[in-house]
């Protein structure tokens, strides 16, 4: 039996690599959805490829070119942002990789959970956003959620075998991004085109901006938090610039469980589409004979302060992990338009986590309000 596919933001970096990793394997596995947002042309291009069963482009301007360019074939064509929850409940498909980029992931994703379907998440802002709510729904319809972020893939991965055993503490590994090292009157002045150059890794640009602020680590501490069910103090942050040890689990005989590789999302996406087995592929091999020089150090909070307002938002929870979430997209998105500043963008969020009433213990309509909020104040900031 063939495992069915539905890739949600399939015409982003981790799409096109989950398309690929497919694409070799065609034994294993077939598509059944693809959305895009509005790169309509290469939607068209992959459906003509894997001919799903329906495709969602969500900028309804580009439905007509989409329709028209697939006419020949059976895919049916959905557009609109509400299409994406319709089709994410549809029952054809066994498997979500949820790769849409921000909070836009969140309610889909919540619709296939909702439907009995396996996740396979990229989309790490659905946790930061709700993620009590999100491992919920998983456990109520016993259906797996299954990391693809590569850090929290490799804990997964450190886990198997280990469903009796406490986890002492887990470290996540980071690069330290383009700019480790660098102090605040460096980063006052650097540009887009300097911080969208990721040392280890090509990914999106917005996850791409959060590397280089250490937002991302931020983002995927509470990310951690929700997947393994750990407190605070169990989450270590560590920098490594070579990324080769992709995280790591201390249990509590001390005994630490490293998952390691060459940096290439391939590897967790694989995993995560063929999990529990693992299959073979082609994928360079690391080699620890020709460059085994590996460093850590613990990451310059100080400089890199998003980090420090993440994790204080992970310590106090609510919805303050919401806020800043949305406060960083709203940021970002100003920081690529060349609006503001890279510095500014840890001084929008925080003035919106003062600004917006923080909750203990929301519901997901509050969630959905805090998000609103936050995103409105933060675009008021930077005037957007
Ligand atoms: P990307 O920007 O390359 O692609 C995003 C995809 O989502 C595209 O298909 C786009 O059409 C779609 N999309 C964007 N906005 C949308 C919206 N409002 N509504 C519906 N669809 C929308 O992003 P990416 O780098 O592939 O990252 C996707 C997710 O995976 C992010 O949450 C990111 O943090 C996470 N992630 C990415 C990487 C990586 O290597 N790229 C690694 C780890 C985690
Ligand atoms: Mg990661």
Not at 294 to 307: H, Q, S, Y
Request: charged fraction near 20%; include cysteine.
């Amino acid at each position: 039996m063939k495992k069915r596919i539905a890739i949600f933001g399939s015409t982003g970096s981790i799409g096109k690599q989950a398309l690929e990793v497919i694409a070799a394997n065609p034994d294993k596995f077939t598509v059944e959805i693809l959305t895009a947002h509005s790169s309509h042309e290469l939607l068209i291009d992959q459906a003509r490829k894997f001919n799903p069963n329906a495709v969602v482009i969500v900028d309804e301007s580009k439905y007509h070119a989409v329709k028209d360019a697939l006419s020949s074939t059976d895919v049916k064509v959905f557009a609109g942002e509400k299409s994406l929850e319709e089709v994410a409940a549809f029952d054809n498909y066994d498997m979500m990789i949820a790769a849409i980029v921000g909070f836009a992931g969140l309610k889909p994703t919540l619709k296939a959970l909702e439907g009995g379907k396996a996740v396979g998440l990229a989309n790490k802002e659905t946790l930061v956003v709700a993620g009590d709510i999100v491992m919920q729904k998983a456990v109520e319809n016993r259906v797996p959620v299954i990391p693809v972020d590569s850090e929290h893939s490799a804990i997964f991965q450190c886990l198997v075998g280990e469903t009796r055993n406490r986890i002492e503490k887990i470290v996540l590994t980071a690069s330290g991004g383009p700019f480790l090292g660098k102090k605040p009157n460096f980063l006052l002045n650097v540009k887009r085109e300097h911080a969208l150059q990721h040392p280890n890794w090509s990914m999106g640009a917005k996850v791409t901006i959060d590397s280089a602020t250490l937002m991302n680590k931020g983002l995927e501490m509470i990310e951690a938090k929700w997947l393994f069910n750990l407190q605070p103090e169990q989450i270590q942050i560590v920098v490594h610039p070579q990324s080769i040890v992709h995280s790591m689990v201390q249990f509590e005989d001390g005994s630490i469980k490293a998952q390691m590789g060459l940096p290439d999302m391939k590897l967790p996406i694989q995993y995560a589409l063929s999990f529990p087995v693992r299959i073979p592929n082609s994928f360079p091999r690391y080699d620890f004979t020709k460059s085994s020089m590996l460093n850590f150090e613990p990451p310059d909070i100080k400089t890199f302060r998003n980090l420090a307002l993440a994790m204080d938002a992970l310590q106090r929870g609510g919805n303050l992990p919401s806020i800043l979430n949305a406060a960083n997209e709203i940021a970002v998105y100003g920081f690529l338009r060349n609006r503001i500043g890279f510095l500014d963008i840890t001084e929008v969020i925080e003035r919106t986590i003062e600004k917006v009433t923080y909750i203990p213990k929301p519901s997901l309509e509050e969630y959905f309000e805090s998000d609103g909020e936050a995103r409105n104040f933060a675009a008021s900031l930077i005037k957007i």
